[in-house]
C-alpha cells in the first residue's frame, strides 16, 4: 500500500512523473524533502464567515497542526464545505449530504494517511463521519465545541432551547418592552455549537461514545484551553494511527459501538436529529441501525442527564461534572465496555479514569435518574408504517396519551401563512399537523416539526399542544412532538390522507400513533391522491434534481440510496 506523497497520484501515464511533478508544485510552499517523507495528516477547515459555530477553527487547526508535528507527522489542512444552520437555505439538512460527498472525494483525492476531522454545527459531523466511513481512513473528529452560557437578568440562558422560550413568550405577549432584543444578544455568547443537548452536542457526544473522538472531546468549551488542548491530542493521535494505518473508521463504528452510542443518545435526553445521523453514518459503515432495538433501550436507560432541553444545565457545566466518560460509568452496565476507541483504549479503561466531582448536579447516578425512561419513544401505527419519534423527556407528560381533532397543514408554507390566522379553526386539544415537510416534500426535511402553538391560543395561554408531522425537529426544542413520520406524504406515506377534523390518537405509552378512520376511506383517499399531481415538480437541473431523485426516507438517514454501503 502507497503512502505519503505516493498515495493517490494524479493520472499521467507515469506514476514516477506524477510524484516528481506533485513534489515540484508543493515545494513551492516552501517544504523539504525531509518534511515530505513524514505521514500526512490531513486536517479539514470548516471554517466559514458564516458559520460562528466554527468560529474558533482556526486556533483548533493550529493546535492541530502542533500535534501532529510533535509527533512527526506534516499537517495539511484543506477547505471543505461548512454549514451553519441559520445560514442555510432551505434547510441544513439538504446540503448534508452534499457536504459529506465533497469531503469524501477530497480525502479519496487527496494524500494523506489519517484525517483530523474538525467540525462541530450540526450536519457538519455527521457529514464529515459519513465521508469517513466511506473512504474508511483512520479519522479522528474534533467537535468545535460549545458556546461558553449566557445571562441575563440573573438567570442562565443560551442557544437555543431558551430562543425558543424567549421567543414563544414574545409571541404571546408577556415580555416587557425591548427585553426580546435584549435576549438577543445574549443568547450566544461566544463561538462554538448551541450548548444545550442540541443536535450538535448530541452528534459531539455520540461521536465520543463511538470512540471516534478522544474521552472528553464531547464537551469542552470552545474557547476553553482543553478545547485546544483535545485539539492538540487529536494531531499527536491521528500520527499514531497514520503509522499503524488503524484504526480506520469500520473499526471503531460497529454494532457494538452503534449500541454504546443508542444508550447514550437515550440517556442524554439526545436530539431526534441523532436518529437520522447515526442511521446514515452507521449505514455508510455497512452497519445498520434498528429502530426497534432504540425504543426498546429508551424503556431500559432512564435519562441521566440534567442539560436543557430535558433539564437544568448547559454542556460546559457537563464538563466540569466529569463528561461523557463519567456518564458512561453510570451506563456501564448497558454498555459493551470492550469497544476500542481511537485513542488506544477501551471504552472500559475510559470509564475506568473518569472523574468524580464531588457536589455536582448535572450526572444523575444510574440509580436516581432525572427521568425514569429514556428521551425517545419510537412509534409505529396507520400513521407512520416505517415509524415516527418522538423526544418523549422534553414532552407533556399529560398529553403523551391523548386524541385530538387534527388541524392540518399541507406544507410549510401554509402553515406560516394560516397558524396565526384568528379565523383559524383550532382549539386547545387539537392536534396539528404539518406534511409535505420530509426528506423530499420541502425538500429537505426542514425543523419545521416545531410548529408554533396558534396566536391566539399562546395569548390564552396553551404552552404545547400535539404537533404530528414528516418533518424534523431542533433538538433543542420541547414540546410534545412527533417527528419523522415514515414514510412521508410526498411518497404517499398515510399522513398524505389525513383530513382537517379526522381524529388522531397519540398513545406514547403503548408506542402508537393512528388516525381513527377506517381502511376503506383511507383507501379511497388514497385513490383520490395518486390521481393527483406531485406536490412538487422534479426540478430541473442540479443538486436539487439529483437531491429529488436519490434522497431516501428518515428510516435509512436521509442518505442519498447511491452513496449507501454496498457490499
Ligand atoms: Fe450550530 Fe446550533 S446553530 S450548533
Not at 241 to 252: Q, T
Not at 369 to 389: C, E, Y
Request: net charge neutral; aromatic share 4%.
Amino acid at each position: 500500500m502507497t503512502t505519503g506523497l505516493r498515495s493517490g497520484l494524479t493520472q499521467y501515464g507515469d506514476a514516477e512523473f506524477s510524484l516528481f511533478l506533485r513534489k515540484a508544485f508543493i515545494k513551492a510552499m516552501g517544504y523539504t524533502d525531509e518534511a515530505l517523507t513524514r505521514p500526512i495528516i490531513g486536517i479539514t477547515n470548516t471554517a466559514s464567515d458564516y458559520n460562528p459555530c466554527h468560529g474558533n477553527v482556526p486556533d483548533l487547526i493550529e493546535a492541530a497542526k502542533r500535534g501532529v508535528m510533535l509527533a512527526g507527522g506534516l499537517p495539511m489542512v484543506f477547505p471543505t464545505l461548512s454549514i451553519h444552520e441559520s445560514f442555510a437555505f432551505p434547510t441544513s439538512m439538504y446540503l448534508r449530504n452534499l457536504m459529506a460527498m465533497e469531503t469524501e472525494e477530497m480525502l479519496r483525492a487527496q494524500p494523506m494517511d489519517a484525517v483530523v476531522l474538525i467540525a462541530g454545527c450540526d450536519k457538519t459531523i455527521p457529514a464529515q463521519v459519513m465521508a469517513a466511513a466511506s473512504v474508511d481512513l483512520p479519522s479522528i473528529v474534533v467537535p468545535t465545541g460549545p458556546m461558553s452560557v449566557g445571562h441575563h437578568r440573573g438567570e442562565m440562558l443560551g442557544a437555543c432551547t431558551d430562543c425558543r422560550r424567549f421567543w414563544a413568550a414574545h409571541r404571546a405577549g408577556t415580555l416587557a418592552e425591548g427585553e426580546i432584543e435584549a435576549v438577543n444578544e445574549r443568547l450566544a455568547p461566544s463561538v462554538g455549537t448551541c450548548m444545550v443537548m442540541g443536535t450538535a452536542s448530541t452528534m459531539a457526544c455520540l461521536v465520543e461514545a463511538l470512540g471516534l473522538a478522544l474521552p472528553g472531546a464531547a464537551s469542552a468549551t470552545a474557547t476553553s484551553a482543553d478545547r485546544k488542548r483535545i485539539a492538540e491530542a487529536s494531531g499527536a493521535r491521528a500520527v499514531a494511527i497514520a503509522k499503524a494505518r488503524h484504526p480506520k473508521v469500520g473499526a471503531l463504528l460497529t454494532d457494538k459501538s452503534l449500541h454504546n452510542a443508542l444508550v447514550v443518545l437515550q440517556a442524554i435526553g439526545g436530539s431526534t436529529n441523532g436518529v437520522i445521523h447515526l442511521t446514515a453514518m452507521a449505514g455508510r459503515a455497512g452497519v445498520t441501525l434498528d429502530l426497534a432495538t432504540l425504543d426498546r433501550l429508551g424503556r431500559e436507560v432512564p435519562v441521566l442527564l440534567n442539560l436543557k432541553p430535558s433539564g437544568a444545565y448547559y454542556m460546559e457545566h457537563f464538563h466540569h461534572a466529569g463528561g461523557l466518560p463519567r456518564l458512561m460509568r453510570e451506563l456501564a452496565d448497558n454498555l459493551h465496555l470492550d469497544c476500542p476507541n481511537v485513542a488506544g483504549t477501551t471504552l472500559g479503561e475510559v470509564i475506568g479514569k473518569a472523574e468524580d466531582v464531588p457536589g455536582q448536579g448535572v450526572i444523575f447516578a444510574r440509580d436516581k435518574p432525572l427521568k425514569s425512561t429514556g428521551a425517545l419513544a419510537v412509534l409505529l401505527g396507520n400513521l407512520a408504517p416505517r415509524g415516527a419519534v418522538i423526544k418523549q423527556s422534553a414532552a407533556s407528560k399529560d398529553l403523551m396519551s391523548c386524541s385530538g381533532r387534527a388541524v392540518v397543514f399541507d406544507s410549510v408554507e401554509d402553515m406560516a401563512q394560516r397558524i396565526d390566522d384568528p379565523a383559524l379553526d383550532v382549539m386547545e386539544g387539537d392536534i396539528l399537523v404539518l406534511r409535505h415537510a420530509g426528506p423530499k416534500g420541502a425538500p429537505g426535511m426542514p425543523e419545521a416539526g416545531y410548529m408554533p402553538i396558534p396566536l391566539k391560543l399562546a395569548k390564552a395561554g396553551v404552552k404545547d399542544m400535539v404537533r404530528i408531522s414528516d418533518a424534523r425537529m431542533s433538538g433543542t426544542a420541547f414540546g410534545t412532538i412527533v417527528l419523522h413520520i415514515t414514510p412521508e406524504a410526498a411518497e404517499g406515506g398515510p399522513l398524505a390522507l389525513v383530513e382537517s377534523g379526522d381524529v388522531i390518537r397519540l398513545d406514547v405509552p403503548g408506542r402508537r400513533i393512528d388516525v381513527q378512520v377506517d381502511e376503506n376511506e383511507m383507501a379511497r383517499r388514497l385513490a383520490t391522491w395518486k390521481k393527483k399531481p406531485p406536490h412538487r415538480p422534479l426540478p430541473a437541473r442540479g443538486y436539487a434534481r439529483l437531491f429529488a431523485r436519490h434522497i431516501t426516507q428518515a428510516d435509512e438517514g436521509c442518505d442519498f440510496d447511491f452513496l449507501m454501503h454496498k457490499d
